[in-house]
């Protein structure tokens, strides 16, 4: 399982830095292009931005935090990711996502000062993003539904093995 984790994290990663740089060479020059419309109505755009900020633009210009707390979140993930493994699967492919996605828009802080978002939802006015945060919100998601549902069947489950081992 922990290869597996690592194989399809890496097949995340390159996802993204490819998106992204189909983005940089290609979209940057246009800045914006239809992508999905069901005649006018638009649905998602291309959109190139630079967003040296964290979600929704906040903390703009904060690199070195940005890359920092980045940094360390992905290897607390990382080392959750492992440790979560032989008690949940879902958990530790929802973990795994984040990590994915954490390190995409990392490589992009890095590199460049900030993050190459390129997906625009045209439906309705919502923040411009990347594949890396499209890992970063499923996986987000994914983590709420873990708590809420299976967490706590988990523990039932565990409480009642326990009951009947003392009997």
Known sequence: MGILLIIVTLVLIASDQLVKYWAVHSLKPVGSMDFIHIGDFKILDLTYLENDGAIFGSMSGQRWFLIGFTSLIIA???????????KSKFLSFS??????????????????GYVVDMFEI???????????DICVTFAFILIIFYIIFIEPK??????????????
């Open 76 to 86: 607390v993930g990382i080392i959750l990711m492992f440790m979560t493994m032989k």
């Open 95 to 112: 973990i795994m996502l984040f990590v994915a996605g954490g390190i995409g828009n990392l490589i992009d802080r890095i590199r460049f």
């Open 154 to 167: 988990i523990e039932k489950e565990k409480k009642l093995a326990e009951a009947e081992e003392n009997e």
């Open 122 to 132: 045209k439906l309705f006015h919502f923040a411009i993003f990347n594949v890396a």
